[in-house]
RNA sequence: GGCGACGUGGCGGAGUGGUUACGCAGCGGACUGCAAAUCCGUGGACACCGGUUCGAAUCCGGUCGUCGCCUCCA
């Protein structure tokens, strides 16, 4: 390859050109949603970031190259509350959880990732890790059930995040601190009481930390090292860091992930979004204000991952409109080849809003083979997610025929008949364009078949 | 307190040493029965103060401001 993709790893704080570690075996995994509650556009945006990733490296090393692994949390005290407020098992809520979170990443046009395993499937590989960390003695056990690691024997805890382990102590909350070695310690197993869920391990009947997930279900599936490890910028400490010790530890200190990628924060006009200030947007929410799929898209898109995201609907709207206008050129015919300026673009660090901008003098200059191309790769192009929404040939031959009868009304100065028609199209997601003596149509992004067919 | 990010025209948003990014909105015009859409044209910017430089929005230092992490969190 002669341009290399160049990533920003939060590992090193730099830029570096990216290289795989097997180039017929490029592997990415990403934190994926603890599934308590219906997902929310901060969710949507790691979905959507390494979304992209992942096409750009199918993309760059061809699909069956590429090994894409995005983990459900479906062990987690937020559940259990659910599950007993409602009186229900966990399955019950995760299930169903799990459902939604598909549909509403579904609709957002985002590719399954290869692999989405779950923390219920993983229990006894957590525990052998458990045991071996135990073993190497990176980790002790208490007489109470919980198995903690000890930050002091790793000593590179805290090289992610950028903090030393003497300035943690500070501020480090005081939970458990009688059983722990040291406050920083992290749980790797704690005790389950008869209420909460949990499963027999060699330290009692438990559950197992959050963290441990995550080591447990890369190893197994993608092996001891790998190339991109991505999530939230908010997962860097502690959770990443967790990882890398739990990992390093048990698996001969070999080196986890060569990447560490994280996509910033999302506010909601202005204002952090957090359920105390009700400004808590979910997925859904947009899809019920109908919002289409790639508007959605298009707007995480056009902020670069690592800046923060401030999320206005009237970028939304401007973002629809863009997309129709584009998606009224389209040509489905052709294959998805990148126009280089767009891949160039990608390949420094995921410039996504430089891509947009590409797209933007695309259009400009009537590439449109070359914008067809790259909307379909970005997933912008509402024909493309939604197969079939084209008009069916009787429908289009109603729109000729009413669009007629408003040229014959509009000849004869009968401008209300007119008016009349041209509003019901509208309504129905058909725009009527005059120029000239020519009279011609366009869908909209809200295609609305059932009331074309009652016109 | 520690660590980090950011401050670009009305709004959004790239760029990071030497030509207008661009989009939306605005304004002027064309077209139209009126609109919409489209097309043409157009103004407007780099938080502040110093420094380096032939030249800085871009590098260095400082000031102010906003935000994040350090606790569950994408």
Redesign the pocket.
């Known amino acids: 390859m002669k341009t290399p993709l160049f990533l920003y790893n939060s590992y090193s ?1 730099t830029k570096e050109a990216f290289k795989p570690l097997d180039k017929k075996n490029v592997r990415m995994y ?5 599934v308590y509650d219906r997902a ?8 959507l970031v390494f979304d992209i990733l992942f096409r750009l490296l199918r993309y760059l090393y061809k699909e069956h190259n590429v090994t894409y692994v995005r983990n459900i ?1 479906d062990i ?3 559940i259990n509350a659910k599950a007993i407020k409602r009186g229900v098992n966990i399955e019950k809520v995760t299930e169903a959880t799990i459902e939604l979170f598909h549909k509403d990443m579904d609709f957002l046009g985002a590719l399954r990732p290869n692999h989405e395993p779950r923390a219920t499937e993983y229990v006894s590989e957590m525990i052998d890790m458990i045991s071996k960390l135990i073993s190497l003695s990176f980790a002790y056990p208490t007489e109470d059930g919980h198995v903690f690691f000890e930050v002091a024997t790793f000593s590179d805890y805290g090289r992610l ?4 382990l003497s ?2 102590k ?4 005081i ?1 458990n601190e009688n059983a722990k070695k040291n ?2 310690d ?1 749980v790797l197993w704690k005790p389950s009481n008869l209420e909460e869920p949990g499963w027999e391990s060699p330290w009692g009947r438990g559950r197992p930390g ?2 441990i997930e995550c080591s447990a279900m890369a190893k197994d599936i993608l092996g001891d090292q790998f190339d991109i490890h ?10 990443h860091e967790n990882e890398i010790a739990q990992s390093t530890c048990s698996n001969n200190m070999k080196k986890f992930a060569n990447f560490w990628l ?6 909601i006009e ?5 359920k105390s200030l009700n400004n808590f947007l979910t997925v859904y929410d947009l899809i019920k204000r109908d919002f289409s799929g790639p508007a959605i898209r298009f ?1 995480m898109l ?9 999320w ?1 609907f ?2 939304l ?2 973002a629809e ?2 997309l ?2 584009w998606n ?1 050129k389209f040509e489905p015919k052709n294959q998805t080849v990148l126009p280089m300026q767009i891949l160039n ?1 990608l390949l ?2 995921l ?4 891509s ?3 797209m ?2 695309l ?2 200059n009537e590439k449109f083979d070359d914008l067809s191309n790259a909307c379909r790769f970005f997933g912008f192009s509402s024909k493309d997610i939604k197969d079939g929404i084209s008009i069916p040939p009787d429908i289009s031959e109603k729109i000729d025929k009413l669009v007629e009868k ?1 040229n014959n ?2 000849l004869a ?1 009968n ?2 008949l ?2 009349e028609i ?1 509003e019901d199209l ?1 309504r129905a997601g058909i ?7 020519e ?1 011609t149509w ?1 869908s909209g992004q809200k295609l609305e078949i059932k009331k074309l067919k009652k016109l």
């Open positions: 704080r990403v934190c994926g949603p603890t929310h556009i901060g969710n949507a945006r790691p979905v949390t987690d005290d937020k995040s950028n903090k030393n300035e943690l500070e501020g480090v909350r939970e406050p920083l992290f959050w963290h991505g999530g939230g910028i908010d997962l860097i400490f502690p959770h994280h996509n910033g924060f999302l506010k202005g204002e952090k979004m957090s707007n056009a902020t670069h991952y690592r800046q923060p995201l401030d206005k009237e970028r709207v401007e409109k863009t129709i206008k009224n673009a420094d660090d410039n996504t809003p430089q947009i901008y590409e933007h003098q259009f400009n408003r009304a509009r100065k401008f209300s007119a008016d041209r509208l725009i009527i364009k005059d120029s000239g003596q009279t366009e």
